[in-house]
């Protein structure tokens, strides 16, 4: 095999984990996206009486819109007054268990003019549907459910795990992380298969998408115009890329892999890059058997001798000083909430809270860059406070 490159939810992300100490890989030191000092943080309950949240973000106003895996979407205010009437609902269309349902979504970074958003969903047929709707011409806080547009259709093999996220990055294109389609431990994982767009990062352009033409490639996708490529693919070898998001100054995409059996990973993705993985989780050697390509180590990792499912988090860049500029991540079995910052090059890990809950399953940014947490277990979104 190549040497590797060295680089700088609720019971759908419980696997099975073996103990084994920390053996970090060398950092990403190209990357702005950690940086400065550690820091202090505590949470404030912001919005409560969900069932099942899974997802919360804006739609570049003062609402919080939050979403459940059950399959709807509701609105709520500035102060986290939840609307009784869902923005939307598709539970119809879901098929609801704990590797399925509602897992993501997202607004168009034009919503104010063109009223769309994307969801990532699991139907009736076990297949990942990203899907377009558009928001009533009437009512601000409700979309309109026949607008759907189906995106995109992803077949999964029936009963493997699947998770994932939709984001809209910063260069306008729709990014979307998907599971590796394997029944567990990896042997059937579909990551290193170039055709499959299971176990990837995917980048689609849906600026001008129509039923005919749902999408279109970016020219400057990494593998288009190469023979056994998907040309949707932006990056692959991912495992379980349950959350990513996007540094909302320097736009890098910072994601958050789960792990298998003994490591969690972060990851800063590049356009083009293989991040190894069943052939390494983490910087260890899981399943080498014909691998040949250059495999990035992650930026960071830490083992199941700590935790066990990584939710991946935001930089920080909201309005306190001391937190400007961290990625904030946190771990759903222990409740641990760590910063990750540059210091002399290196990539440092700080704790910054240790909840007594775990079932923290997502991370979302309000209008003002300020962070939130979605806590499944206690039905409840949660401000970060970060302490100047």
Avoid at 108 to 134: H, L, M
Wanted: charged letters at 20%; a negative charge.
């Amino acid at each position: 095999m190549k040497k590797i490159i060295l680089s700088s939810v609720t019971i759908l992300l419980l696997f099975s984990c073996e103990k084994r100490l920390d053996k970090p890989g060398d950092p990403d030191t190209s990357s702005s996206a950690f940086r400065t000092t550690g820091t202090n943080i505590h949470l404030t309950s912001f919005s409560t009486g969900y069932t099942a949240p899974i997802d919360v973000t804006n739609a570049g106003d003062n609402r919080m819109f939050v979403a459940e895996q059950g399959g709807k979407i509701f609105v709520c205010d500035a102060a986290g007054v939840k609307r009784n009437t869902p923005y939307l609902d598709i539970s119809d269309k879901i098929m609801s268990s704990s590797f399925t349902g509602l897992l993501s979504f997202c607004f168009s970074p034009n919503y104010k003019t063109n009223g769309y958003f994307y969801v990532y969903y699991v139907d009736n047929s076990y297949d990942v549907i990203i899907e377009r709707y558009k928001v009533s011409a009437t009512d601000s806080n409700k979309a309109n459910k026949s607008s759907a547009l189906t995106i995109l259709r992803i077949d999964y093999p029936v009963n493997t795990e699947i998770t994932g996220c939709v984001r809209y990055g910063k260069d306008g294109y729709l990014y979307i992380g998907t599971a590796d389609g394997s029944s567990g431990d990896g042997t059937d994982s579909k990551a290193q298969n170039h055709s499959s767009l299971l176990g990837k990062m995917l980048r689609i352009d849906v600026n001008n998408s129509s039923a005919s033409n749902p999408y279109d490639i970016p020219a400057d996708n990494p593998f288009v115009g190469f023979a056994g490529y998907s040309p949707e693919i932006y990056a692959l070898g991912f495992r379980v890329p349950w959350r990513f998001s996007f540094d909302a100054v320097t736009g890098s995409l910072c994601l958050g892999d789960v792990g298998q059996a003994t490591e969690e990973e972060l990851d800063i993705i590049k356009k083009g890059k293989n991040y190894g993985w069943p052939c390494y989780e983490g910087t260890y050697p899981y399943s080498t058997t014909n691998c040949t390509d250059n495999y990035v180590f992650p930026s960071y990792e830490y083992s199941h001798a700590t935790g066990c499912c990584v939710i991946g988090g935001y930089v920080y860049r909201g309005s306190a000083t001391k937190g400007y500029g961290k990625y904030i991540f946190c771990d759903w079995c222990t409740g641990q909430f760590t910063s990750l910052f540059m210091q002399n090059g290196n990539i440092v890990s700080t704790p910054v809270m240790q909840e007594n809950a775990t079932s923290y399953v997502s991370f979302g940014e309000d209008y003002y860059h300020e962070l939130y947490t979605v806590n499944q277990a206690g039905n409840t979104i949660y401000k970060l406070i970060f302490a100047n």
